[in-house]
């Protein structure tokens, strides 16, 4: 039997974050990047990182032969050092996402890994694959789309993108390529759906060089401290644009502002003169209105710079009426409250805030309907497969795709696991593979059981029983109930006693060994504790034979 063409889905449909597509042929699996996503805190207490369960990878480990990387977002590498401390394989993609990647690595303590830079429509072949990357806009310099030319034929994957026809480098998205590989045909394409509920086109990254350049035209009086994700060179290249041109020196504050300003520095993506940088701890040596301070915590993040200064926690920058604080990125669905906390907290001390709500300080770095339409029909596949984006980002996507002329029965929405032949004659959904979250307390692989448990102890909190008995069983001395995230009324806790004491005393006790005594003490407890308070702590009866 011939060769199959087989696409599977390890991370990033159905979800946001955690992007990862394997492609194989014969003895050749490849994969299209490998991300994370961080944990919500709520439901997922005490978990640092998520990354793809990439078990078909491990299990196909002599076929796979190389990784080809979009571009360096966590929600695209994140996921990489992981699987190349298991696999050690060779990974390809701009110098920014490898010198992010070496980065993360080198920060995990793993080994070092064989990273290739590519430069701009290079072209590298791997068995029966011919991988090429074609240069697109995004919110980080260095983005590619890749168009992989198979036995089977084409197929496009997107990757993140936006058409920029203005960006910050000047180094535009190759519209022109990208028509050209649609003209010659393409089998199946993958495209992005983060945004497919926007109308029209996305804002140009250096319509926000123009809102930064007004503010800090207006606010020359001020201090100006300007917070945004570390990764968006672009966007921190602008700021320093403006600082310097208003006369202003720069100093950075938190670790991942500066590493990747360090980084970005080393491969020459970020141009700033030294003469211009003040370091964050001598920044009381320069005049309010002749500095400007770069930071991270945009997402009103607990431990960021921002966070801490509208708390007053920061030592060096204490936020007074003399400020000017740019937000200068949008919350991620789910962070509204920290940041309009963090917002609220800047305000109490006098400062202007400024905000996405108020002014345009921030261009997303997704393609917006219009710009997917286009797309579409500059690569005019065959087939279409909407990735990156929850079940429904991607069903509106099927459907604008649809709009678009695609035909119904060649458009498929992928899940988690999904297993599909491409061929010619159409996309045939095989066997699923095992996929799903992988979750990580620092390098280590966390159970699901113990990630209940510490959400059973955030939410209900952990009771301790102690019991002192004789050797015959009889109770010696005070029984004590211990409680920690758990609050207990006195007489819930008399009752807890009292009720303890009698099964002590009762025969049925005795007659028991010692791990079904601590099983009639918990039971007793939880009943009390479901009836009087409609609550279930952890109970811990801990039994001491005197
Ligand atoms: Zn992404
Ligand atoms: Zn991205």
Partial sequence: MANQLKLIFLGGVGEIGKNMTALEYGDTLIVIDGGMSFPDPETMPGIDVIIPDYEYLLKNK???????????????????????????????????????????????????????????????????????????????????????????????????????????????????????IGTKGVLLMLQESTNVERRGYSMSESKVGESLDNLFNENRGSRIIVATFASNIHRVQQIINCAIKYGRKVAFSGRSMLNTVEIAQKIKELKIPEDRIVDIEKISQVPYDRLCIIATGTQGEPESALTRM??????????????????????????????????NNLCKKGAKVVYEALSEVHASGHAYQEELKMMLALVRPRYFIPVHGEYRHLKKHAELAEKMGILRANVLIPELGFCVSVSKAGLKQLPTVKSGSVFLVGDTESEAEDMQIRKHLAEEGIVIALVTVSASGKPQGELDIITKGAVIPDNVIQELKDAIQYKLAGGEYRELNQEARQKLIRKTMSKIFYNKMKRCPIIMPIIIEE
């Fill in 310 to 343: 509208s708390q007053d926690e920061f030592k060096r920058v204490a936020i007074c009426e003399t400020d000017t604080v740019i937000l200068s990125a949008s919350p991620i669905p789910g962070n509204e409250r920290p940041i309009y906390q963090v917002i």
């Fill in 62 to 180: 002599h076929k796979l032969k190389a990784i080809f990387v979009t571009h360096g977002h966590e929600d695209h590498i994140g996921g990489l050092p992981y699987l190349l401390r298991d696999v050690p394989t060779p990974v390809y993609g701009s110098n920014i996402a490898m010198a992010f990647l070496e980065h993360k690595i080198k920060k995990n303590k793993f080994k070092e890994a064989k990273t290739n830079v590519v430069k701009d429509g290079e072209i590298i072949e791997v068995g029966p694959f011919k991988v090429e990357f074609v240069r697109v806009t995004h919110s980080i310099a260095g983005a590619y789309a890749i168009s992989i030319t198979t036995p089977k034929g084409v197929i496009f994957f997107t990757g993140d993108f936006k058409i920029d026809h203005t960006p910050v480098d000047g180094r535009k998205i190759d519209l022109a390529r990208i028509a050209e």
